[in-house]
């Protein structure tokens, strides 16, 4: 199985959901697992390096002042022999709760939970230079923080958020998101959690109080597919990332996804992926 890291919530005592970290401080982790899952948002500023890093299904070189952005639930692959060098930022999405009425704020971000385009942005020697004094600004209230300096740690991690995402949709304008309604936000919410469990849409209208049809109309209004689309898209994105960073068998995957039996979910996955899952992973693991 793949290796998870959670958050550290009291590596400074009291509890903050905040860190920031030198990359080639966390050699012994990357080192001791290259592929991990993060139950936490990451941003990773590489300033010197070699190789790639792979986010679900995206690779990317480690190429000087470009940020990789991660979200809860994905998948990273580092292919390196030498840990690069750069600055870790990582947050709990609860950190910004208290701060913003919105708890679907992050959602709102073109770059956390994009699966379409690659999360990783090359940033100019100028704005490179404006996110570094903006992370130097985030450790200095870090290594002085008083359990009432939080709001401050807020307002910075704001600044960036907003900053990145701004570049992020110069560079891919088609991810800039619409404002959501509270039947999307829970429905994406839910299928996050019951996605292995449940693949029909009126399991997740009756959970909403609402039709089916009224369901569809509104996520296909919001994503562009139907609602049981995106609910099996999100199904065979953890079947992706199983086949590409595990060595479990296509049974053993099958099972994992709640699938009947083996041969159901072969089919389904070549039906929508065009290719067949043993296929898949030789292509991703040649």
Known sequence: MIIQYDFFRTKYGQELLIDLIRLEDLEKYIKASPVQRLSYYDITVITSGYGSLVIDLHEQPLEQETVFFSSPGQVRKWNTDDTPKGYVLIFEDEFLYTFFNDTQFIRHLSFFHTYEKPPVLQLTSDDYYKLATL??????????????????????????????????????????????????KEFIRLVDIEYRRYRTVEHYAQQLAITGGHLNSLVKDYFGVSAKRYILGRNLLEAKRMLQYTDMSIDEIAAFLNYENTTYFVRVFKEHTGTTPLHFRKQRNP
């Open 135 to 184: 992370f130097q600004d985030v450790k200095n209230e870090i290594v002085s923080f008083k359990e009432y300096d939080k709001h401050i740690l807020r307002a910075l991690l704001y600044q960036i958020l907003i900053f990145l995402n701004r570049k992020f949709i110069s560079v891919y304008p088609s991810t800039e998101k619409k404002p959501m309604n509270r039947y999307i």
